[in-house]
């Protein structure tokens, strides 16, 4: 079993969106560690519509192909179009960003994900659920990694956000 992270993200029916997604990522996986959940302006994206963002960790012993796989079939369950252009509007987004201390290329997914070090709506979540956790190509954990951080202008900020009953993010 290696621990997995993902990072979630919809700017499309948020709430329904991320919940279904979190639904189906315990039934599949089991136990889940999440994160609060951030608003976040858009980055590169012409449509100003805010995402909603999280990341979530789970153990698993499927391959990279196959959780690649499940998370693409889960994007488009969601009303995601495959083909739809890199900066639209979303129902849903997952993205692995570790596989274990897997590093590189592995069945066509590069790993860890760039945009741990590139984006605040990701590494902020991680940093926060991971602190002591360690970026597999870097060494250095993610909370090294998130006091570190140079944000560009990169805003975000926790919101009320509650699945199966628990408080995921502050009221206030």
């Known amino acids: 079993m290696r621990l997995i992270s993902v990072s979630l ?6 709430e329904r ?5 979190l639904d189906a990522l315990a039934e599949t996986f ?7 959940v951030f608003e976040s302006e858009p980055v590169g ?3 100003g519509r ?5 990341v979530v960790i789970f153990d698993s012993d499927w391959r990279v192909g196959q959780l690649q796989a499940w998370c693409k079939r889960l994007e488009t369950a969601h009303g ?5 252009p890199k900066f639209s509007p979303r129902t849903l987004d997952i993205d692995l960003l570790t596989v274990g201390d897997l590093t590189g290329v592995n069945d066509g997914v590069e790993l860890p994900r760039d945009e741990i070090l590139r984006h605040a709506f990701v590494l902020q979540p991680l940093a926060e659920l991971l602190p002591d956790g360690r970026h597999p ?5 993610y909370a090294e990694l998130w006091r570190d951080f140079e944000p560009n202008g990169q805003r975000l900020w926790p919101v009320s956000f509650t699945w199966a009953g628990r408080q995921l993010s502050p009221t206030s």
């Open 9 to 14: 993200g919809s700017n499309i029916d948020r």
């Open 17 to 21: 969106h991320l919940r279904g997604c």
């Open 30 to 36: 089991g136990p889940l560690g999440v994160s609060r």
């Open 45 to 47: 994206f012409e449509d």
């Open 50 to 54: 805010n995402f909603y963002n999280l």
């Open 80 to 84: 995601r179009h495959p083909n739809s």
């Open 137 to 141: 190509g870097l060494g250095l954990t």
